[in-house]
């Protein structure tokens, strides 16, 4: 099973990207996915996810400007950021759970499977 996300890169402030994550080796359509992000030498943090039912859920840093969504036929998540801020310069992966029910979404622990990050860089 993998997980692999792409589409990060540098952009200047009110800028916009969308990251993509593309699932392999298992379907992801009944589980719930989320986007994580980690500065350097801070802890990961939630930024969204959605659960297999169409829910979703986001950080309040973010929410209003990033839009997390999926494709299930293409079995992948995307990550749409509109209004980038420098203090949202960070590695951002891609994560999913395997349990069919999720409590505690915005807790990495609950996720089961990592994509290998990709960097976003937003500057001033």
């Known amino acids: 099973v993998q997980l692999q996300a792409c589409g990060g890169g540098l952009v200047q402030a009110g800028g916009s990207l969308r990251l993509s994550c593309a699932a392999s080796?298992?379907?992801?359509?009944?589980?719930?996915m989320g986007w994580f992000r980690q500065a350097p030498g801070k802890e990961r943090e939630f930024v969204a996810a959605?659960?297999?039912?169409?829910?979703?859920y986001y950080a309040d840093s973010v929410r209003g400007r990033f839009t997390i969504s999926r494709d299930n036929a293409k079995n992948t998540m995307y990550l749409q950021m509109n209004s980038l801020k420098p203090e949202d310069t960070a590695a951002y992966y891609c994560?999913?759970?395997?349990?069919?029910?999720?409590?505690?979404?915005?807790?990495?622990?609950?996720?089961?499977?990592w994509g290998q990050g990709t960097q976003v860089t937003v500057s001033s």
């Open positions: 080796g298992r379907t992801f359509s009944s589980h719930t």
């Open positions: 994560a999913a759970a395997l349990r069919a029910i999720v409590t505690s979404i915005r807790l990495p622990s609950t996720y089961d499977y």
């Open positions: 959605t659960r297999r039912g169409g829910s979703t």
